[in-house]
């Protein structure tokens, strides 16, 4: 179990810096750029929004679900909405993570926080509308919390989410995330339990979206996710998969691309952690988030042992984070008592 979270943390973050040196390229100017396929942390170039970091350095993806789930753990795993709050704008106070990086929904929600008022343009309030990335890209470490509980996981993703992303779109996206990395936590997930878990999440959290939030335009991520899988399940090679899912589902901030598109990938290498991240390290244009989703669910299904050595210890030099010392009280909190989280109740069979 314990593998299994720190896998989930390295693979979040292990993406999201590999990424920020290949974000809003395509592939072939990836290649143009680096002379090879990038499979290991490099410099970001000057053009990037990852320009001035060093190998290893996250951007505002895996940071802010860094600040988020260390303010859970805290709180007993608890999600209380006031502590995430207090958490987003603690980590927008880091301006190496927050400054370059913060989207334009997580920045108007976060100045909510702080003043109590809704920012808006022309009178116009435009969270409600933004139907991207930025909470699946930091949900991931939620679904940690309780494992076996699906249900829970997905109940605590969409009170995260909406806090950002409050439209029925954004928050079926990142219930998908969670409840995958959920089901990839017990002994006997494999790669089909998983996704199913990821469809089964999506189902739930546009559910729940259409229940409690606001609706928004765009195409549902349930169907871009089934078409997602059936490519990545299809008979094609790899490396065809990845073009066939850049070209068809997008690869970008929508949240009906992003998610899809990163099941995809892991469908497609059928749940190997390193391919999967090369694969969305690659594969063009919001590189770092597609790889951080996508690698927060394989590195829970693989566990940490499927990721370089080197990748723990240069992870928290360069970020200052405790990621390990993280997963231990992850772990602590799952093997309490199971009660708070209705014990298996929910898990996806």
């Known amino acids: ?3 299994k979270i720190l896998g989930s943390l390295i693979g979040s973050a292990a993406g999201d810096a590999m990424g920020a040196a290949t974000e809003a390229r395509t592939t072939e100017q990836i290649l143009e750029r ?3 396929r990038v499979t290991d942390f490099e410099t970001p170039p000057p053009d990037t929004f990852a320009a001035g970091s060093v190998a290893g350095q996250v951007t505002d993806d895996f940071s802010s679900a860094y600040f988020i789930v260390r303010s859970v753990v805290r709180n007993g795993g608890k999600v209380d909405e ?3 709050k207090a958490a987003l704008v603690e980590w927008s106070e880091h301006e ?3 400054d370059r990086f913060a989207g334009p929904t997580t920045r108007m929600a976060i100045e909510r926080f702080k003043t109590g008022e809704d920012p808006s343009f022309r009178g116009i309030n435009l969270s409600s509308r933004q139907a991207t990335n930025g909470a699946a890209m930091r949900i991931a470490p939620i679904g940690l919390l309780f494992p076996g509980a699906v249900d829970l996981a997905v109940e605590n993703a969409f009170r995260v ?3 950002t992303h409050d439209n029925v779109l954004a928050l079926s996206g990142a219930c998908a995330v969670a409840a995958a990395v959920n089901r990839a936590l017990s002994p006997d997930a494999g790669l089909y339990s998983v996704l199913e878990a990821g469809l089964y999440g999506a189902l739930e959290g546009e559910r729940l979206g259409r229940e409690r939030s606001h609706d ?5 991520v349930v169907n871009k996710l089934e078409l997602a899988l059936d490519i990545g399940l299809g008979p094609l090679a790899p490396e065809d998969k990845a073009v066939e899912i850049r070209d068809r589902i ?5 949240i009906a691309e992003a998610v899809p598109a990163a099941f995809g990938i892991l469908a497609s290498r059928r749940g190997d952690a390193m391919e999967t991240l090369i694969d969305c390290v690659n594969i063009g244009y919001d590189t770092d988030t597609l790889a951080t989703i996508a690698g927060g669910i394989a590195g829970a299904l693989s ?3 499927a990721f370089p050595r080197h990748f723990l210890s240069v992870l928290e030099s360069v970020n200052g984070f405790e990621i390990a010392s993280l997963a231990d009280r992850i772990l602590e909190l799952a093997l309490q008592d199971t009660g708070r989280s209705g014990g298996k109740e929910g898990e996806v069979e």
Do not use: D, K
């Open 82 to 84: 006031n502590e995430v």
């Open 34 to 36: 680096f002379g090879h």
């Open 1 to 3: 179990m314990r593998s």
């Open 250 to 254: 997008g690869t970008g901030l929508h």
């Open 216 to 220: 928004v335009a765009g195409p549902r």
């Open 303 to 305: 566990g940490a042992e």
């Open 161 to 163: 989410a909406r806090l």
């Open 96 to 98: 190496v993570f927050f």
